[in-house]
């Protein structure tokens, strides 16, 4: 009979917007071991707050290492926290939050043809 006791070790890697076309989607990236991780063990949340509180972004992911989430609307929020919860079969739980939040910019800049100035130049 084996007692585990031991939460899964986390690592919830820098967070990085995915390159795409898509505003606003952000990749989510992780390491996790354990002897017994549970079959779909990860679960992600954010928050506006390094205090919480923690809001869902997705509940038992595989331990595929990455996510990528496409932001929903943050109303006045400008960066956001991500913590990382990674279960065992034991049920312990392993937690690790972002130490610096992601700092959201999904405005595309505004911009005014003023005049458009023809440059003809000569080969000589």
């Not at 779909?40 to 989430?69: C, K």
């Not at 972002?98 to 100035?117: F, H, K, T, W």
Request: aromatic residues 6%; glycine residues 8%; without cysteine.
């Amino acid at each position: 009979v084996t007692v585990d006791q031991t939460a899964p070790a986390v690592q919830l890697l820098p967070l990085d917007r995915s390159k795409g076309d898509v505003a606003g989607m952000i990749q989510l990236r992780w390491t996790a071991q354990d002897r017994a991780l549970a079959e779909r063990p990860v679960s992600l949340f954010y928050s506006s707050q390094r205090s919480g509180p923690w809001l869902p972004i997705e509940r038992d992911l595989p331990n595929s290492g990455s996510y990528n989430w496409l932001m929903p609307t943050l109303g006045d929020a400008d960066r956001v926290y991500v913590r990382i919860e990674v279960r065992d079969l034991a049920g312990n739980v392993g937690v690790q939050e972002s130490e610096r939040p992601l700092v959201i910019d999904l405005s595309r800049p505004a911009v005014d043809v003023l005049g458009v100035q023809s440059l003809h130049t000569t080969g000589k």
